[in-house]
Structures are given as C-alpha cells and as structure tokens.
C-alpha cells in the first residue's frame, strides 16, 4: 500500500512538473508495417522523445536495424499559430481588426542506411516563431493601429519516412 501512494504521488510530482515546464503532450506511433522487412529499434534504442522548449522541439536521435539499403527521409514541421486583434490608438483603444496567422518552420535530414542494414538517426530540432519575432514582421491593415498577440500556439510534427514508403511514416510523433 505504502509503495503504490509512493509511485501515485512520484506520477502525480511528475505530470505537475511537466505542465509546469510548458511541455506540450505528444502523441507518438511507430509503425514498422511502414518499412522494410525486418526493421525494428537497435538494441538501446527506442521511439524518439520530443520535448518542448520555448518555440524550440527536439527529438532525440535513435536507430534502426533490419532495413537492408533502404534510406530515409527524417522530417520535424513546427508551426506557430500566432493570433491577436489590432488597435485604433485614442481614448477607447478599441479593437478594429482581429488577425490569424500560421507559420511553418520545417527541417529534414535524407538518412542514408549502412552498410549492415542499419539506420542511424540523428536528433532533430526545428525552432517555431516567437511573438517578438512575429511582431517584427507584422502591420496592422493601418499603419495607425497598434497589434496586439494574445496567443501563440505551438504544435509539431516529426516523421521519419522509408524510401519506397512515401505517404506512409513509420515513425509519427505529433504534439
């Protein structure tokens, strides 16, 4: 009993910690029907982990054997979805124009297999679009109205994608 409270509160200390820190919940799926015959994770390795920092992902690298000479393309997309109104200056500051926008910031790596069947790949990390630097880039339809971000929602995603597997990853992490 004591140890079950123990693993219960040490679960809930870490989900705290994990809201906390702004980490994004991701949804991860390997399917390896999506690779060549006999591809599975090395020994020691795994799924990749996606962690959020900031405006920043990260998938940590990972390897993977049973894949003959078959490349493949690594892909991490991070888009920042960046809304906010636009404002007539005066005595009301009244809100005139609400405004919308996404983007896309994308890396991909072409992976080359071993010559054992094995396929080494490397951490990837893609940076989204900060508010400051969105500001930077941003006018109002009135070059009088003043913006104003009230929010900017990052989400992701990672593939990895064999060659003659186009369309059909076999390693999907979103979040």
Same mark, same amino acid.
């Given at each position: 009993m004591k140890k079950s409270l123990t693993r219960v509160l040490t679960l809930f200390?870490?989900?705290f910690l994990a809201l906390s820190a702004g980490m994004i919940a991701a949804?991860?799926? $390997?399917n390896f029907d999506n690779a060549p015959q006999g591809a599975h994770y090395a020994k020691g390795?795994? !799924?990749p982990v996606c962690?959020? !920092?900031? @405006?920043t992902v990260t998938c940590t690298a990972t390897r993977i054997e049973g894949v003959g000479n078959t490349n493949a393309t690594v892909e991490l997309a991070v888009t920042s979805t960046i809304s906010g109104?636009?404002?007539? #200056?005066?005595?009301n500051s009244k809100v005139v124009e609400p405004f %919308? !926008? %996404?983007? $896309?910031? @994308?890396? %991909? %790596? !072409?992976? $080359?297999? $071993?010559?054992n069947g094995r396929l080494i790949v490397p951490a990837q990390t893609t940076t989204g679009v900060s508010t400051e630097d969105f500001l930077e880039n941003f006018s109002c339809p009135n #070059?009088?109205?003043?913006?104003e971000v009230t929010s900017n929602v990052l989400s992701f995603e990672y593939t990895l994608t064999f060659a003659g597997f186009e369309g059909y990853p076999a390693i999907t992490i979103t979040g």
């Open positions: 200390a870490a989900l949804q991860a799926e $390997t390795y795994g !799924e962690t959020v !920092e900031d @405006t109104v636009c404002h007539n #200056p005066g005595v %919308s !926008e %996404s983007v $896309t910031e @994308t890396t %991909s %790596s !072409e992976l $080359t297999s $071993t010559r #070059p009088n109205w003043t913006p």
